[in-house]
């Protein structure tokens, strides 16, 4: 006969100690999908972000001269209707803020970002190439 393994819910297992403190809270986050694309202007970035309204979204330029992105989920709780109740609730709305190093050719005054379908999309464009011609007279001494 096989010995049969008692375990009290009151008393944690070594594995729930372990997943289930603040020092890995970042393991039931998840962050958006980003896309990002190039052409010759400009770096167009795609943030996917189901349900998102603009009113969530904060976007800026640190002093570092990152790209800062924050979605501010304003769910509000809603009286819920007293002949019903849930047995089980699912929906999760966190927050999100990231910082993204631009490259160096990006015209920072020049970003735009707009809401559309629950895509976040950031225009990034790029500062335009002055050709240097090398062609010159030169003096023979």
């Known amino acids: 006969m096989l010995p049969v393994m008692f375990r009290n819910n009151w008393f944690p297992t070594v594995f729930d100690d372990f997943f289930n403190t603040e020092v890995i809270p970042t393991t039931q986050r998840t962050a958006p999908a980003v896309n990002v694309k190039e052409d010759e202007n400009a770096y167009t970035m795609e943030v996917a972000a189901p349900g998102l309204k603009k009113e969530f979204c904060r976007i800026s330029i640190n002093d570092e001269g990152n790209l800062c992105v924050a979605i501010e989920n304003k769910f509000e709780h809603k009286e819920e209707d007293k002949k019903?109740?849930?047995?089980?609730?699912?929906?999760?709305?966190t927050n999100y803020q990231q910082a993204y190093a631009l490259p160096d050719d990006v015209k920072k005054?020049?970003?735009s970002a707009k809401v559309e379908d629950g895509v976040l999309t950031i225009i990034l464009p790029k500062m335009k190439k002055e050709e240097v011609k090398v062609s010159r007279h030169i003096d023979i001494a």
């Open 84 to 93: 019903e109740h849930y047995l089980r609730r699912e929906f999760s709305y």
């Open 109 to 111: 005054d020049d970003i």
